[in-house]
Nanobody, 116 residues
Framework: QVQLVESGGGLVQAGGSLRLSCGAS????????RGWYRQAPGKQRELVAS???????NYADSVKGRFTISRDTSKYENYLQMNSLKPEDTAVYYC??????????WGQGTQVTVSS
């Protein structure tokens, strides 16, 4: 079992920045992939960015060059730095981890709202 808690969401003007944090607890050594997903009203949840245990990152095309995923293995946390935010980035952002046994765990979500 892994428990996840996100923080850092909020309201920001277009062009601004936010940093999301995800703290993990529980069976931390089982974590293989850490990621961030988002879900806007009326849309499906989509992958924003992910980072594997060896540090390989992957980004949605819509956020490449603007968002950066990182991790602090000593604190069992990962982060999503979001720069040059656009109104279309407005969504609930969810922290996700996938274990080596392919179990999925999710945080409760944090709202990000970008005003134009």
């Amino acid at each position: 079992q892994v428990q996840l808690v996100e923080s850092g969401g909020g309201l920001v003007q277009a062009g601004g920045s936010l940093r999301l944090s995800c703290g993990a607890s529980g069976n931390l050594f089982s974590i293989n992939v850490r990621g961030w997903y988002r879900q806007a009203p009326g849309k499906q949840r989509e992958l924003v960015a992910s980072i594997t245990s060896d540090g390989t990152t992957n980004y949605a095309d819509s956020v490449k060059g603007r968002f950066t995923i990182s991790r602090d293995t000593s604190k069992y946390e990962n982060y999503l730095q979001m720069n040059s935010l656009k109104p279309e980035d407005t969504a609930v952002y969810y922290c996700n981890v996938v274990t080596w046994e392919n179990w999925d765990y999710w945080g409760q979500g944090t709202q990000v709202t970008v005003s134009s």
